[in-house]
Structures are given as C-alpha cells and as structure tokens.
C-alpha cells in the first residue's frame, strides 16, 4: 500500500512564494505519474499540475503556468510543487497523487493560507 506525505505548507504572505513536497514511500515512485491538486473551502479539488514518469514536460492549470511549478527527483521519491507570486486563491489544502497504471494514492494534504 503505497503511502504519501506531503511537507511544506504554511503561512505565506500575499506574493509570497512557498515550495511543497511529498514524500512517497511503498510504491515503485519512478512508475507513478505525480500530480498535485488543491481544494478551497467550499470548493471542489482541482488539479494543478500533473508530471510523467521520466519528469517531462508537465501539464499546469492553465491560470497558474508561470507561477506555479511541479518536479520530481525520482531518486529522492519526492515530488514538488514551487508556488510563486501567491494570491489569496492560492489558500487551500495542497493533496499530491501518484497514478499509476493500476493503482492511485493519496496523500493526506497539506494547508496553505496566504495573508494580505
């Protein structure tokens, strides 16, 4: 059962930037596509970045390219979210999953609150 563990969140001010991770452990990391996700109060989960297997080209939210950047060290088992020029938008619990081809896990998130 494969477990994630997501780092990083906190409270950044507005424009701010703060850098997530998470953690991957009892899986085959380098065989799962990693993507993050955000949920704001109220609101549905949302995709924000996904990244293959090899840590190609990744595919961002359109509304956040630019300032939100996903990669991953496939020998370290971690994935990472780079969060730039954070907006009041940006508040939200930050939840990375792994893909893969016959199985997909959940971390458990992580809260970021961005203040003005």
């Known amino acids: 059962q494969g477990k994630l563990v997501e780092s990083g969140g906190g409270l950044v001010q507005l424009g701010g930037s703060l850098r997530l991770s998470c953690a991957a452990s009892a899986l085959t990391f380098s065989r799962y596509a990693m993507s993050w996700y955000r949920q704001a109060p109220g609101k549905e989960r949302e995709l924000v970045a996904t990244i293959p297997t090899s840590g190609g080209s990744s595919n961002d939210a359109d509304s956040l390219k630019g300032r939100y950047t996903i990669s991953r060290d496939n020998a370290k088992n971690t994935v990472y979210l780079q969060m730039n020029i954070l907006k009041p938008e940006g508040t939200a619990v930050y939840y990375c999953?792994?893909?893969?081809?016959?199985?997909?896990?959940w971390g458990q998130g992580t809260q970021v609150t961005v203040s003005s």
């Open positions: 999953k792994a893909a893969g081809l016959t199985a997909s896990y």
